[in-house]
């Protein structure tokens, strides 16, 4: 489900960016004043006017430290364009109109729901068989909570979520404070090799939410994942394609668990 890549968004990665676009900038600078150094400084030819030579070598300098400035100003405008800046999911704050007051509180997911929209969570033997056809015995991370719901009452899942929070998983907080959301979401849909994947309003609780496609065994089905300070989950809809409605029903979800 997680896939290691270096977080683009991260300030380590957008300060290299920038330090790596004036370094080479610098390089060229450097160039430019070795492979003009003869031309820099003329000699004056026999019978000639030393005055001269002196004006012409000024004239010469001043049009390679004009060269190099531009050099400098054009590398300085590309890195402060190609700064990007995320910060890490830990420091998301939810509107603060969620909260009634002038300053938001940061949400958390407490319990999944027993039901929400027309979704009702599978329990006892129906859902010892849906986990055991998803897990399909691969060991899952520690912390991790997952929900199986049926929508149309046929004792078969169409909706399955895992959450991990902090709330129950201390490991999380540490976990979001060295990742920005962006990443989160690129490894989860980078891991499951989703495709077509879209960002959705994320909602009164802030943070993030996109969905995707992923191949199930019937062909695609939606993935949406949520993300904020302190949880992040993955929601697959098993016999869902439109992701405008699978980002309709994550949120409401969303919205159900968060308190």
Known sequence: MIVASV????????????????????????????????????HTPPGGDPADTLREARKRHL??????????????AKAAISYDYEPPASETRAPAAAWGGSEASEPRTGALPNSFQDFRRMT???????????VAGRKMPEGLRTGYYDRDGDGSF???VAVRSAEWD?????EKANKSIAQEFRNAFAGAKAHDVTSFDAGQ???????????GPDGDQAMCAWS???????????????LAAAARTTLALRNAATH
Do not use: H, K, M
Not at 63 to 76: D, H, N, P, R
Not at 231 to 241: G, H, K, P
């Open 63 to 76: 049009i390679i430290v004009g060269a190099s400035l531009l050099i400098f100003v054009a590398a300085c």
């Open 205 to 215: 609780y802030g943070g993030g939410l996109s969905c995707g496609l992923v191949v």
């Open 158 to 160: 169409d909706l399955v």
């Open 228 to 242: 904020d300070a302190s949880t992040f989950a993955i929601v697959r809809q098993v016999r869902e394609t439109d």
């Open 170 to 174: 201390p490991t999380v907080r540490q």
């Open 124 to 134: 006892g033997e129906a859902a010892e068989r849906a986990e055991a056809e998803v």
């Open 7 to 42: 977080d683009t968004n991260s300030p380590e990665y957008a300060f290299g960016q920038v330090v790596g676009i004036v370094g080479v900038a610098l390089v060229a600078i450097v160039v430019v004043w070795r492979q003009t150094r003869d031309w820099r400084a003329p």
